[in-house]
């Protein structure tokens, strides 16, 4: 069974930072390319960082330069290192993994709540 397992979300002051966490098991970690999404209330998900499982990195606009995705496959878990936090980053954040070899292999985490208020 394929679990993902968020954690690391809370509430941050802006221009705060927190770390996420996806812990992941029952997949062969090494061979599946792993995003961060977000949902924010009324608003569609979307991408806000992946790694490909070579190690290449993505990341939208948005938190270019304040965020910074990572992987760690002894430890089967991708990071999101998030600093300079603002209001506008206050949503759910879930983690997504794909197999580099077959995109039918496509899981969620059950998402964490981030919110970014004074």
């Known amino acids: 069974q394929v679990q993902l397992v968020e954690s690391g979300g809370g509430l941050v002051q802006p221009g705060g930072s927190l770390r996420l966490s996806c812990a992941a098991s029952?997949?062969?970690?090494?061979?599946?390319?792993m995003g961060w999404y977000r949902q924010a209330p009324g608003k569609q998900r979307e991408l806000v960082a992946d790694i490909a499982s070579g190690g290449n990195t993505n990341y939208a606009e948005s938190v270019q330069g304040r965020f910074t995705i990572s992987r760690d496959n002894a430890k089967n878990t991708v990071y999101l290192q998030m600093n300079n936090l603002k209001p506008e980053d206050t949503a759910v954040y879930y983690c997504n993994a794909v197999s580099h070899y077959s995109k039918r292999y496509d899981y969620w985490g059950q998402g964490t709540q981030v919110t970014v208020s004074s």
């Open positions: 029952g997949i062969i970690f090494s061979t599946y390319d």
